[in-house]
C-alpha cells in the first residue's frame, strides 16, 4: 500500500517526528527505536524484526521508508480473508452491508488495549474512504490493502 493514502496533516504529523531525530533528512535504527520512545510505543517481538529489516540494505533511511512503518499491509498472521470476515461481523451492526463507521473501529481498538500511537497507525488509511456519514467501505479498504 502507497505511502500517499496517509492524509497530509498525519503526514505532518509524521514529518515533524522524524525531523526531531533527523540527521540529513534521515534516520537510523537507533533514531527510530528514539521515535519510538518519544510516543511511547513499544512494538512486539515481530515488528521489532520487521522494522530492524528497514534497515537491512542501508544504515538510514528516508522519511518515505520511515512512512511505510505507518502504513497497513498483509502480514503473517491475517490474510484477506480474515481481515474481510472480521470486517463482515462489524458491518452488520450497520444497515449498509460492507461499510463500517470509523469510529466504531476506533472504540473497538480503544476496547482492545491499544495505544493511540496504534489506533492512528491502525486507522490513518480508514480516514481516506471515510465518507461524509462517517463511514467507509471496507470492501474497497481489504482491497487496496492486500
Known amino acids: 500500500m502507497s505511502t500517499s ?37 513499544h512494538p512486539n517481538e515481530k515488528q521489532t524484526e520487521e522494522f530492524k529489516g528497514l534497515f537491512e540494505k542501508s544504515e538510514w533511511i528516508d522519511f518515505e521508508k520511515f512512512l511505510k512503518i505507518f502504513t497497513l499491509r498483509s502480514n503473517d498472521y491475517y490474510n484477506e480473508v480474515d481481515v474481510k470476515n472480521a470486517f463482515r461481523l462489524l458491518s452488520k451492526e450497520y444497515e449498509r452491508p460492507g461499510w463500517i463507521k470509523i469510529e466504531r473501529v476506533n472504540e473497538i481498538l480503544k476496547e482492545m488495549g491499544l495505544k493511540e500511537i496504534e489506533i492512528v497507525h491502525l486507522t490513518t488509511q480508514l480516514q481516506n474512504l471515510e465518507k ?15
Open 5 to 41: 493514502k496517509i492524509q497530509s496533516g498525519h503526514r505532518k504529523y509524521f514529518r515533524e517526528i522524524f525531523n526531531l531525530q533527523a540527521v540529513d533528512n534521515k534516520i537510523n535504527y537507533e533514531k527510530l527505536l528514539a521515535i519510538f520512545e518519544m510516543v511511547d510505543f
Open 132 to 146: 461524509e456519514d462517517g463511514m467507509f467501505n471496507f470492501e474497497e479498504f481489504v482491497k487496496d490493502s492486500f
